[in-house]
Each structure stands twice: as C-alpha cells, then as structure tokens.
C-alpha cells in the first residue's frame, strides 16, 4: 500500500502539469477546426507521423536509457556520466536526424521541411532534458516547462493561425517556440557545464547504454507501425481530409493519454528502482499495481465517452463531424496502446527490454494485415480497429513474458467486468441521446468511487499524518 500511495503521489505532480497542459491544447481544437480544413490537418498530421518514424530510428529512445542508467547510482555526481553518455549518442544522432531529413524531405516531396525537421529536433531536445529532469527527481520544475511550454505554443497558435490566418505550416513554428521555451525552463534545473567535464566520461558505459537502447529504437520502429503507419495509408489510400477526421478523433484520445502519461512517468521511477532492488515482494507489488492500472484506465475510458458526446458540438466545427464516430474505437485503442506501454516499462525495469522489439513485432504484424483487409469497406474506422487488434497482440505477448519472468497475475474476472463496461460505454455513445449520455456518466462515476473507497479513504488519511 505504502508504494502504492507513493506511486498514485508521483503520478499526480505529473498529472497537474500534463492534465493543464493538454487542457490548454484541447481547448484550440475549435480552432484548429474552424481556421484549418481536414485536408490541410491531415497533411499536417501526417508529416509529424514521417519525422517521428524517422526520430524513432536514429535517436535509438536514448532518453529512456538515459534516466534508466541514472537510477544505477545513488550519488548526484554519478548520475551524470550515464547523462553524458548519452549527449554523446544523442549528438550524433542528431548529424545523422539532419541529413536523412533533408535528403528524404526532397525525395518525398514534404512542403515546409525545414520546419518540419525544427519541430522533430526541438521535440526531441525537449524529452532528452525532460528525462534528465526526472532523473534528479525534479518532478515538479519538469512539470512547469510543460505547462509553461504548453501556453506559448497555445499563444502563438492563436496568433498565427486565428488572428493573423496564416497556413499550417505556422503550426509546427508554433510548437517550435514552445519547445524552446521548454527547454530553457529545463535547463535552469541542471548544470549543463558540469554534465560535459571530462571526469564524467566513460566510454565503457557509453557502449553499454548503445548496447541497452539499440532494443528500445527497435521497438520504436515497430511502435511507429502501430501507430503513425496508419495516418499514412489512410492518406495515401483515402484522403488528407480522411487523415484529418481521423487526427481529431484522436485529440480526444489525448486526454487518455495525459492521465496515462502521468501514470507511465511515475511507473518508470518506481519501477526501475523496484527493478533493481532484491525485495522479495517486488513481483506481488507489480501484479497489484498492474491490475489497479488497468481497473482505472478502463473506467477512465467508460466514463470519458460520455462526456465526449455531451461536449463535442461545441469543441468541434461540423466540418468535422464524421470524426464523431471514430471516437469510441480510437479510445479503445489507446486503452490497449496504454496497457501495453505499462508492461513494455515492467519489462524495462527488470532489464528483458531485449523483449520488446519482439512483442511489439507481432502487433505490427496484426495492425498492418487488419488494417489493409478492412480500409476497403470500413474506411477511417479501419485505423482504429486494426491498431486495437494489434496492441491486443502486445498486450498478450507482454503478459506471457511477464507471468514467466515475475510471476505476473491478471484477474480473469476484472477484465471480463472491464470489457463488459466499455462495450455499454461504447453502445450509450453510438445510440444514446444527450440525457442518456449524461445518466451514463453519472452511474459509471459513482461506481468507480465505490470501488475505490478505500484507496480514496487511505490517501487522505496519510495526507493528514503528515499535516499533523
């Protein structure tokens, strides 16, 4: 319980800053719908897709092995050799990031490929110090420069694209801004003149984290299939405008995401120190935590679809209502995307990372096949649904692997329960009237604080000791 408590604590210094910060960017989707066509979206959409596949191969997630290495050392100036080893790796990944951009960029023909190169580097500047933050438990300052970076991009949004009606190429510029904003904010946690002495230089520990990530850009690659893949064949068998739809179904996604990515950053702390440790009862504290994951997201989820059909006329302009649909089954989807991403940090923390590549190979593999048999007759439902059957496939794979290695346990019931409320979710969003939603909401909400009674009432108990 007391890990628990601890996790759902670093989960919410997370939440505050991801919570305001994706709050912020939601709130511009009237925007984005009423000053941008879904040809013009799509086209933006799926040129972010393109630089991050490209991402996905030369930066080898060398933030991940970063904040894992810094974990193996207890004392602050230790910490930063495994940091300048991986500024090393990160420096030249980022020679090779800008040649493959403009060379592929001229290829393929991307309109405004220097900014689309921009806003993949500063994104990617903006999570190597956003790990290297969290690395020295910094949690809140990292916390702030999301948010602060958050409302510039906002801002200049705003200005850029409502006030002065440029096109969407000003979006990656506004997201570029934000970023560095970001990073400075970052940056006045750190000493980055200590980070580069030559005394932190190990080129043995270099090799190894070369060696930890190289599984990690693999999987990369293969995640980017499960995801991006299908905004690029919706665009090149359907429309942009198809993409487009399709991008804004999954905005509302984010919101799942900004709770999940809350839950992920505090899970990888806790984890890779339990991973490390010799805690006998480390494999029962992921069983537990894992169940619990799963329990929250899904009533996350039952509840959110509701809410999403009572707002979205009023967040949405009707020229992209089609989207509407798309919503329930993108949602779904993230659900299995979150609790695969669950299992993949286990897998990290326990170092069997070498399995990750593997696992998410076979749901490659599903989301490619479903999503090329059903496009034909299912049209943009077709990305969703095939990238559900693939994380299914990952989410299984994953399972076995950790069962077999820490003994993990899920209950077959809570799942059973679980997919019984969100198929209902799913039914009262499809054929359900504003009230019926509303009615939804209510139920769904009162029984999720039923079933965490205990845990609400542990939790402010604790806070009062503390007080007192």
Sequence with gaps: MKELIRFIKTSGIYMVGNILTKAITFFMLPIYTKYLSPTDYGIYDVNIAYITFLSSVLFLDIWSGILRYMFDYQIKEEKRK???????????????????????GSIMSIDYIFWVFLYGLALNLQQLFAYIIRGFAKNALFAI?????????VVFNVVFIALLHYSYQFLYVASILG??????????????FKL??????????????????????INSISWWFLTAFNRVILTNTLSSAANGLYAIANKFSAIVQLVDQAFQMAWQEISFSKGGSKDKNQDAFFSSAINEYIKFMAFGIAILLPIIKIIFPYFV????????????????????????????????????????????????VVNIIVVYATIGTL???????????????????RYALLKKYIGLKI??????????????????????????????????????????????????????????
């Design 411 to 468: 209950k077959g019931t809570l799942l059973l329960g679980l997919t019984i409320l969100l198929i209902i979710s799913v039914i009262i969003f499809w054929i359900g009237n504003i009230l019926f939603n509303a009615v939804a909401f209510f139920s769904f909400f009162c029984l999720m604080l039923y079933l965490y009674k205990d845990l609400i009432v542990k939790f402010i108990s604790d806070i009062k000791i503390r007080k007192d």
């Design 196 to 217: 580069l002495k030559r005394d932190n230089l190990d080129w043995h520990l270099t090799l190894d984290m070369l060696i930890f990530s190289l599984p990690l850009t």
């Design 145 to 153: 420069s999301g948010l602060v970076g958050s409302i510039v991009t």
């Design 82 to 104: 495994p940091i300048l080893s991986g500024l090393i790796i990160f420096t030249a990944s980022t020679i090779l990031y800008a040649i493959f951009s403009f060379t592929l």
């Design 379 to 397: 049209q943009v439902q077709a990305a969703s649904l095939a990238l559900g059957a693939g994380y299914l496939a990952v989410d299984f794979r």
């Design 179 to 192: 970023s560095i904003v970001n990073i400075l904010i970052l940056l006045s946690g750190v000493n980055i």
């Design 317 to 364: 302009n009707e020229a992209f209502d089609a989207s509407l649909k798309v919503i329930p089954l993108a949602l779904i989807a993230t659900l299995l995307s979150s609790i695969s991403t669950f299992l993949g940090g286990t897998l990290t923390a326990i170092k069997k990372n070498r399995y990750l590549f593997t696992t998410t190979i076979a749901g490659t």
